[in-house]
């Protein structure tokens, strides 16, 4: 072929200038991968260091609550959590529908947790769904690697192995709000504050609200660490870095000195009474049993309560939210009797061999006051009046003290003064006497108050913790005993050091006296002496409080009411304090069973079985960790379970 | 169609199949195989930490070795017949792309797959090749008797230009982009008058703000304002196309002069970058073996367009000309555009490196092109007749 056409030399030329400008956009690109690898490198080496590495903040483990045999009160339980990251989810929505799809994820939580996106940080995790059941859980886990951005893991919350037994003493735990954040923070710089904020933003972060587990936050709390992860692009981490040095450091453990085993049993023992128990350990001071019944489950509160649940428990009209062991106070009733005699022996204003003769009913002033006993006990000493709780042997001995003495006794006895324990709550109740009068009422005190407060009414009211701390002293004739719950922990500060001695031969009187109430002739317990345990006997008194109109349960519920509820309310509360055994007391108890009536009628019965329960159970065993501490070593979590 | 004045005593043995075969582009061809050869072990790499992604590079070698079957079937197909071909198969092409319409299904966010039998195709992408050989025919017509007119043009402009209005419907930006830009060379080595270039490219240029404002869709717009927002050195959000440039260039940096070892990539292992077995497959190369190899690697691709380039000058026949020609520049700017995209230099566009990027689609397309330029090499000598 010969001919030249001119589109020939045409088409050789343009594809000439048409290979020229191709290759310069070749040469173009490989001068921009000459930018990136060569000129850019080091900036994109440390980019690519940096993509793959990730260090997620680590809570630390909160410290287990055990009881004084290391059994475990709150400890930690292993919840599937699956969450979101808006960063790596793309469209939150669509992938909240596929989460859906698997599990049941309602339109209305979806939405919720849209808003939550919304508000949160693009990188942050964002619950989806808490406390997944086994099932959902394995389904989540298979399906995650497709769900961009979905992240399933296991989360460890607070859980309470023992329910409601021990509700008011630890309290319990919830997510932080900005009021907890804000106490939380209190006296901390900037970065401090900030660093809290964000540890407790983490979904397994809990504060305590209540009880111990507030008392004991920083105890129990640890350190926050970090964990550092190879991740790829969608967050799934590809492997863990061993980095012990950012690892977080788990809470302390914390011992109570409760015996929950006694506790189980005193609470069962109570039935569908409401009320509270408390038992010491005479020697040492421990508190065994702390039980206000009925109570709450803290496990309810751990994921935050719904406000229909928390408004059951708060119209509730036994109160379950409310400590009644400790912050509830109530009038002690003939059990303050014993506080009266030995302020009597103490001024020396009766012989304890005096006689007083009780027709029944007392005359001071214009005014009668009733002895229990409508046709009188007769002439009765000391002994007698406490046994019989004779009324107007105390309204007469009373009269002599006067209202000063009767109440600097009452204090010496751990009266009118909060004992603090290291948990939240805790009231100090009233010792009256014409100072309070005027700073409370704006008035004098009236002599013939004094009466009531001789018989214990009137203004006079007593926590059970007292009364029970009243009657370890008796037991142990005078001794100073300070209360405890926390066996091994943070230390509380008392509020005011308890240092006044009581006589032991007064003390002697008392005990024989409280003997006299439960095993000899004429006592007003005499059918609860016998522990049934074939030898040693309860010692103790009965009371009864009266009601006014209000117990003082209902009047911290803030909710009072009336109709056909109101039968029940006007019923005076039960009570009881007693030690065993008798010839050689180890445990003292107080017993108060709300609207009971009589003491010896049902505070009596409960008391003697709590306390032959304690015996059985030797709930005053050395505990475990003055065993693990002698040997030197740190305080682990033991169980004898 | 009858043969004209190719008589010549080598054209005996060339008309034989051993003669025929002997006679392929051997040297294009091998290094089409190495091409695909450093594609299945990019693969590999890109692949194998990702259990879902395991049987990829065996599939990929199954298409790969098809391909090759189909390139040197095409190759062997008398350029005679590729002419007679041209127009049906444009025709045919033409009526599949209303068909998608009608018809399509949509498969990432495009509406651009036609099930045929149990197989979706992508008439887009046959688009690319039946539109070269239709423009190749008319020039091939045109310009025997040469003329050199500048209204001879539009015809041309218009073969291009109908079906990619209906790819830009679908949506698919990048092939209605690579369309026009390989019909663009041919009209340009068709002798487009330099003073109409020269107006074109103005008015391309002012165009571009009213394109931007009133043709694009919401999700290419984004693409084009992440592709500015990089440029320009503004902080990029980090999700969609913005983390995919972001993280492309993290992945190619890092992979500084000779690379960080085969299949030890730390960001093509741990799926930083989406998509990176298929379009962004140049990460993985760039990361792992780093400058010298990847640009080593351009520079093969130079080599074998710059091949397709030199069989399209031999030919004598206008239409081995602008066929073996418009192949190249197909092929050319799959590269251009696909490299361009990685290295951040042009919006993501979606479209696949050749050879080297997961997928069927384009695999055919390039062993189609390469098929056409192998017929070229055959028929070099045939003068058609117009």
């Known amino acids: 072929m010969s001919l030249q056409r001119p589109i020939d030399s045409l088409f050789t030329r ?44 680590a809570p630390p483990k909160r410290g287990q609550i055990l009881d004084r045999f290391g059994r475990p009160l709150a400890a930690h339980r292993q919840a599937g959590r699956v969450s979101i ?11 909240l529908r596929d989460v859906a799809r698997l599990i049941d994820l309602p339109q209305a939580r979806q939405e919720r947790i849209l808003e939550k996106v919304r508000r949160e940080a693009r ?39 023992r329910g409601r037994d021990f509700a008011h003493v630890l309290g319990y735990v919830a997510r932080a709000s900005q009021t907890d954040l804000d106490r939380l923070s209190e006296g901390s710089t900037p970065d401090e504050r900030a660093a809290i904020r964000r540890l407790f ?58 015996d929950a085993e006694l506790q189980r049993k005193a609470i069962e023992r109570f039935g569908d009474e409401s009320g509270a128990a408390v038992v010491m350990d005479i020697e040492s001071g421990d508190i065994l049993a702390f039980v206000s019944t009925p109570a709450f489950d803290p496990n309810d509160f751990v994921n935050g309560i719904s406000q229909a649940d928390y408004d059951l428990l708060r119209f509730n009209d036994r109160s379950p939210l409310y400590h009644k062991a400790y912050d509830g106070t109530y009038p002690p009733g003939s059990t303050y009797k014993m506080v009266v005699a030995t302020a009597a022996l103490e001024a020396g204003v009766i012989d304890p061999e005096e006689r007083i003769y009780c027709p029944g009913h007392y005359r001071f002033g214009r005014n009668t006051w009733h002895c229990w006993k409508r046709g009188g006990h007769g002439p009765v000493n000391m002994h007698e009046a406490i046994k019989q709780s004779c009324d107007v042997y105390f309204y007469e001995v009373s009269r002599r003290l006067g209202i000063e003495r009767l109440a600097e006794v009452g204090k010496k006895f751990g009266f009118g003064q909060r004992w603090e324990l290291g948990l939240t709550g805790g009231r100090s109740g009233v010792v009256p006497n014409d100072a309070w009068k005027r700073e409370a009422r704006g008035e004098p005190w009236f002599e013939g108050e004094t009466l009531n407060i001789g018989i214990g009414q009137g203004q006079m009211s007593t926590s059970p913790l007292q009364l029970a701390l009243m009657t370890a002293r008796i037991a142990a004739e005078g001794r100073v005993i300070t209360p405890k719950i926390i066996g091994n922990g943070p230390r509380p500060e008392a509020d005011i050091p308890m240092d006044a001695a009581l006589d032991p031969e007064h003390m002697q009187r008392m005990k024989a006296a409280m003997f006299g109430v439960t095993s000899e002739g004429g006592g007003t317990a005499l059918r609860s002496g016998d522990l049934g345990l074939g030898g040693p006997r309860l010692a103790g008194k009965t009371g009864t409080a009266q009601v006014r109109r209000i117990s003082a349960a209902e009047r911290a519920s803030g909710n009072i009411r009336g109709g056909d509820e109101i039968d029940r309310k006007l019923r005076d509360h039960a009570l009881f304090v007693a030690y065993a055994p008798h010839d050689d007391p180890k445990y003292a108890i107080s017993v108060i069973v709300e609207h009971g009536e009589g003491g010896s009628r049902t505070a009596a019965p409960i008391a003697r079985d709590i306390m032959a329960e304690a015996m059985r159970l030797n709930s005053r065993a050395r505990p475990v960790y003055t065993q693990v501490a002698s040997t030197g070593g740190g305080i682990t979590g033991g169980s004898l379970e | 169609m009858a043969l004209a004045g190719s008589a010549g005593r080598l054209d005996f043995t060339r008309r034989t199949m051993i003669g025929q075969v002997t006679g392929l582009p051997w040297a294009l061809i091998l290094l089409l195989v190495l091409m695909g050869v450093i594609g299945l072990a990019t693969l590999y790499s890109a692949t194998y930490t990702n259990p879902e992604e395991v049987g990829l590079p065996a599939k990929q070698a199954v298409r790969l070795a098809a ?42 966010g495009a509406q651009r797959w036609l099930q045929i039998g149990p197989i979706g195709v992508q008439p887009s992408e046959f688009m690319k090749v039946t539109a070269t050989l239709a423009l190749a025919a008319y020039y091939h017509k045109r310009l025997n008797d040469y003329s050199g007119g500048f209204l001879i043009h539009i015809p041309a402009l218009l073969i291009i230009a109908v079906p990619a209005a209906y790819i830009f419907r679908q949506p698919d930006f990048g092939t209605t982009l690579a369309l026009f830009a390989s019909g663009g060379v041919l009209i340009f080595l068709a002798g487009l008058w330099w003073r109409v270039i ?120 206008l239409f081995g000309q602008f066929a073996a020609a418009g192949a190249a520049a197909t092929v050319a700017f799959y590269i251009l555009f696909n490299v361009a995209m990685v290295l951040g230099l042009v919006p993501v566009v979606g479209v696949p490196l050749p050879l080297l990027s997961y997928g069927g689609t384009v695999m055919l397309t390039t062993a189609a092109c390469f098929g056409v330029i192998c017929a070229v090499h055959l028929g070099k000598d045939e003068a058609l007749a117009a």
């Open chain 1, 123 to 161: 990188f942050r995790k964002v619950t989806v769904l808490d406390e997944l059941t086994y099932e959902d859980f394995a389904k989540m886990s298979l399906r995650a690697p497709d769900l961009p951005g979905i992240v399933v893991e296991m989360g460890s919350t607070r859980s309470y192995p």
């Open chain 1, 201 to 258: 933003k983490h979904p397994d972060m809990r504060t305590g609200r209540s009880g111990v587990e507030r008392f004991a936050e920083e105890w129990l709390r640890g350190q926050a660490g970090f964990r550092k992860l190879e991740t790829n692009a969608a967050g799934r981490i590809i492997r863990e870095f061993d980095a012990p040095e950012l690892a977080p450091k788990p809470g302390q453990d914390l011992h109570l000195t409760v």
């Open chain 2, 198 to 317: 020269t107006t074109f490219l103005v008015a391309a240029i002012v165009s571009v703000p009213l394109i931007y404002s009133f043709v694009l869709q919401d999700y290419q717009r984004e693409r084009v304002d992440t592709y500015v927002a990089q440029l320009t050195g503004e902080s990029v959000n980090v999700m969609d196309d913005g983390y995919q440039i972001h993280n492309a260039k993290i992945a190619i940096g890092s992979g500084g002069l000779t690379g960080k070892g085969y299949m030890e990539g730390t960001q093509a292992q741990l799926d930083y970058i989406p998509e990176q077995h298929t379009d962004f497959i140049l990460t993985v190369i760039a990361e792992e073996n780093g400058f010298l190899a990847t640009s080593g690697l351009l520079i093969l691709w130079m080599i074998i367009l710059g091949l397709g380039l030199m069989i399209a000058m031999r030919a004598k026949s």
């Open chain 2, 67 to 108: 391909a090759f079957v189909i390139l040197i079937a095409a190759g062997l197909v008398p350029l005679r017949w590729w002419l007679l071909l041209a127009w049906p198969a444009y025709a045919a092409t033409l009526i599949m792309l209303i068909g998608v319409e009608l018809f399509g299904f949509v498969r990432g």
């Open chain 1, 85 to 95: 990251i808006q960063e790596q989810a793309g469209n939150v929505a669509e992938r």
């Open chain 1, 14 to 57: 343009r594809a000439m200038i048409a290979a020229g400008v191709g290759g310069g956009l070749f040469a173009g690109l490989i001068g921009r991968l000459y930018q990136l690898q060569i000129l850019e490198h080091e900036r994109y080496d440390v980019l690519a260091d940096e993509n793959g590495v990730k260090l997620e903040l």
